[in-house]
RNA sequence: UCCUACUUAGCUCAGUUGGUUAGAGCAUCUGACUGUUAAUCAGAGGGUCGCUGGUUCAAGUCCAGCAGUGGGAGCCA
């Protein structure tokens, strides 16, 4: 069998010597003719397969080069250099695949990540983004086990959608017509979308959401993961236009459910991280730390990566309404500084970035929810409170990352839903399957949807969305 | 989409008030050395200064437009 081999991480983490085995993986560096730093993606740390003199022709010593996948067989030794405490004395070595050092743009250096995004398809290859994309996988698979361990049922929720009014942001089309201007058309002259491979207009989704409720009124607890896509130009560093949302759906739940399930299950994906990705979370801790060095003092967050996880699994979020947080920030010393670019001023308008990072990163100094929303700046299907001001929603503020959660117990009353929806001119008649969970044993519910890129960014430390997913998707960028 | 900064070698960056042949470190190549840790030492090659146009005797440097990238804002997860 050809991938007869043991993987480097087990190499490293094993504490016995003296047996024979092989490692297959990419060259890391090369030094003294002797060294090769081989890694193979099952850890960040590099197996150090030495290659004593002699033991290789001319030739093949300069195919070793940084990139290059080899083959080697030998005996696991305790290391007689410092650095490591074992390695394998080389007694065969293969190449199996060249990597021509003149052409291959990773060197054994730092690079920038502007530059590594360039080529996202050999990034992966640094110890920052196998770090990262390692500690992706272990959040996603801690997603599902979250929510399996509490019996909830994972729903796959349509990536094509035929729905026009989740109304949650700008959506790309999905068609089969020509785009050359010969589509079919209708009598005013629009395209008739009869004639298209579904027979109507259709969306990539944008929100999972609507359909997870359906699911939610026969099996109670679900929760979705798939991706989302949003149709909108925003150029900034916490948003994709194709990335990953985990949507649970819980029926019989109020808002401050919702807010105990947001909370654990955000503790629980970190703490599973932090147990089973240490050694490339210290990686990443120790990156950030030196990043920080270069900023100026008053710049420099007060604490490390770990310590700032360990601080969010331990301690309770704040929680607070939209209302007491506008009398906080009105009454802040920044306010009537007038150091915020937009003034607190009434009641009723919309948080800008500032102010949440106010709230998360100056007053509180954790993580924060902020609940019972004007009903004017939120969605039309979340249930309106008594004060018939308020609906019950609920965002969740992560340090450095701002809104991480967004979400509500939803309106289970059918006449009030309507009312809303006519208020917000939302097309009754195309939502009658939405609508039918209200009329048919409607019972009170939440929900919230969490952006898994924000969560991987948080969790991380880093601060740019498209280095968190490893082929970033956004306006006037589909490379790869 | 708006504001703002940036764009010089494969990478990271210098480049003075506009002035002769545009520099450095790393990488690469050649050689030396051989228990190295982003190895070290010596030498060599490598540039349409983002693109287009303008001002000028002269433009990497000044001006305009366009493009790309970073940061911030909006929209949101």
Redesign the pocket.
């Known amino acids: 069998m050809f991938n007869k081999r043991t993987k480097i991480k087990r190499l490293l983490e094993g504490d016995k010597a003296n047996f024979e085995t092989t490692v297959m993986g990419w060259v890391r560096?090369?030094?003294?003719?002797?060294?090769i730093?081989l890694n193979d993606g099952s850890t960040n740390n590099n197996l150090?397969v030495?290659a004593?003199?002699g033991l290789l022709d001319d030739a093949t010593m300069?195919r070793i080069?940084?990139g290059a996948c080899i083959k080697a067989t030998g005996e696991i030794i305790e290391?007689?250099?410092?650095?490591?405490r074992v390695?394998l004395?080389a007694s065969a070595i293969e190449i199996l695949g060249d990597s021509d050092?003149?052409k291959f743009?990773l060197?054994?250096?730092?690079?920038?990540l502007?530059?590594l995004?360039e080529i996202a398809h050999l990034r992966m290859r640094t110890n920052t983004f196998g770090a990262i994309f390692r500690i992706r996988h272990s959040l996603a698979f801690a997603v599902h086990k979250f929510y399996n361990d509490r019996g909830f049922v994972c729903m796959h929720t349509p990536i094509i959608t035929g729905s026009d009014a989740e109304g949650?942001?700008e959506m790309f089309k999905v068609t089969t017509l020509p785009l050359d201007g010969t589509a079919p058309r209708n009598d005013d002259d629009s395209i008739n979308y009869k004639e298209d491979f579904f027979g109507k207009s259709t969306n990539l989704t944008v929100?999972g959401q609507l359909e997870g409720e359906l699911a939610a009124m026969s099996f109670s607890d679900i929760y979705t993961f798939g991706p989302?896509f949003?149709a909108?130009?925003?150029?900034?560093?916490?948003?994709?236009?194709e990335?990953w949302?985990i949507e649970p759906e819980v029926a019989f739940n109020d808002l401050e459910d919702n807010m105990n399930l947001a909370e654990d299950f955000i503790k629980y994906i970190i703490k599973y991280a932090m147990d089973n990705n240490a050694d490339d979370l210290a990686f990443l801790a120790q990156r950030l730390e030196e990043e920080e060095k270069q900023k100026p003092q008053n710049e420099r967050s007060e604490m490390g990566l770990i310590d700032k996880l360990k601080f969010v699994v331990d301690n309770d979020f704040e929680r607070l309404t939209y209302t007491e947080a506008i009398e906080i920030l009105r009454e802040s010393n920044h306010n009537k500084k007038k150091k915020f670019q937009?003034l607190i001023e009434g009641w009723g308008t919309?948080l800008?970035?500032?102010h949440?990072?106010y709230l998360v990163e100056k007053h509180f100094k954790k993580p924060v929810i902020l609940t019972d929303y004007p009903k004017e700046?939120k969605s039309f299907y979340m249930r309106q409170n008594d004060d018939g001001k308020t609906v019950a929603a609920m965002?969740i503020l992560a340090p450095g990352i701002?809104?991480?959660?967004?979400g509500s117990q939803r309106e289970e009353r059918l006449d009030k839903l309507l009312q809303r929806m006519e208020e917000m001119h939302i097309p009754v008649e195309e939502m009658n399957f939405y609508l039918d969970t209200r009329r048919f044993g409607s019972c009170p519910h939440a929900g919230f949807?969490?952006?898994f890129?924000?969560l991987v960014l948080f969790v991380t430390g880093m601060?740019?969305?498209?280095d968190v997913i490893p082929f970033p998707r956004y306006?006037?960028?589909a490379a790869f």
């Open positions: 560096t090369f030094r003294n003719n002797q060294f730093a150090q030495v004593n003199l300069k080069t940084t290391s007689q250099g410092k650095g490591q390695e004395k050092a003149e743009p060197q054994p250096k730092k690079h920038s502007e530059f995004r949650a942001g929100s989302t949003r909108e130009n925003s150029n900034t560093t916490r948003h994709l236009a990335f949302m937009y919309d800008q970035s500032e949440e990072r700046i965002d701002g809104e991480i959660v967004g949807g969490l952006g890129e924000r601060t740019n969305i498209r306006p006037k960028s």
